[in-house]
């Protein structure tokens, strides 16, 4: 899982659809973290990845995001875990949030997870700075982490329309520090470098995800 708790109302909403003919989508599952822990399901789990994943179990369409390959009002559930920040950014326009909608069934949902980057206890700030230094490793692949403010933005300028429903949690799981300390670790490390920084202040205050927020946009009932 890649958030825990999660929140009350996506719970209920996952109960509710827990059918054999209910679809989830799982876009952006990377390694499928985020349903794992919630397996089995009865419901029919689909799950997409622009990449196939290194490891992990899950079975992977291998498609864009943006445009799923799927029918309009087909899906009665869409997860986006830590994918919206990665595709939002150099267009900083949501239009594909249309595509989502348009594949729910009537009474379907989209929920939206994200990291929350403006909470700052040392360890969580720790984690915002290696998201950053990630970003400058991988340029064109990651988004920098977006603020529950800034989506709110998106949403009061009309970009993705406005029946959301948004909400805040505490991320309780604890991130690999050791996979973490080592990956910073694997071409050397400077004296004085920015790694070298990043790794005294991981040794010092530790790695914590911090907060995350979460939006929820429903089709009409039928
Ligand atoms: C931070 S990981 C999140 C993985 C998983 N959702 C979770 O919460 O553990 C982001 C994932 O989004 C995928 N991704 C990024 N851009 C994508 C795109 N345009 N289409 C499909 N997947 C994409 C990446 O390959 C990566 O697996």
Redesign the pocket.
């Known amino acids: 899982?890649?958030?825990a708790p999660l929140p009350k109302v996506f719970l209920e909403y996952l109960e509710d659809c827990n059918q054999p003919s209910a679809r989830i989508l799982?876009?952006?599952?990377?390694?499928?973290?985020?349903f794992t822990p919630l397996l089995p399901l009865k419901a029919q789990l689909i799950s997409?990845?622009?990449?196939k994943?290194q490891v992990g179990t899950s079975p992977i369409l291998?498609?864009?995001?943006?445009h799923p390959p799927f029918r309009p009002r087909s899906m009665d559930l869409i997860?986006?875990?830590?994918?919206f920040r990665?595709?939002l950014f150099g267009e900083m326009k949501a239009d594909f949030l249309e595509n989502w909608c348009g594949l729910l069934r009537p009474g379907g949902a989209l929920f939206l997870?994200e990291d929350e980057p403006t909470v700052f206890p040392p360890a969580a700030r720790n984690y915002g700075q290696v998201q950053d230094f990630l970003l400058r490793l991988l340029p064109g692949?990651?988004g920098p982490l977006l603020a529950r403010a800034d989506f709110e933005g998106l949403i009061g300028r009309g970009t993705v329309g406005s029946e959301w429903v948004l909400g805040l949690g505490r991320n309780d799981l604890k991130p690999d520090l050791e996979a973490i300390q080592s990956l910073l670790s694997s071409n050397g490390v400077a004296p004085g470098s920015e790694v070298s920084q990043l790794l005294r202040a991981l040794d010092q205050d530790g790695l914590a995800y911090g907060d995350f927020w979460w939006a929820c946009w429903r089709a009409d009932s039928a």
């Open positions: 899982m890649s958030f799982d876009l952006g599952c990377g390694d499928g973290d985020f997409l990845d622009r990449v994943p291998v498609a864009d995001a943006k997860v986006a875990a830590n994918l990665h595709i997870f692949e990651r």
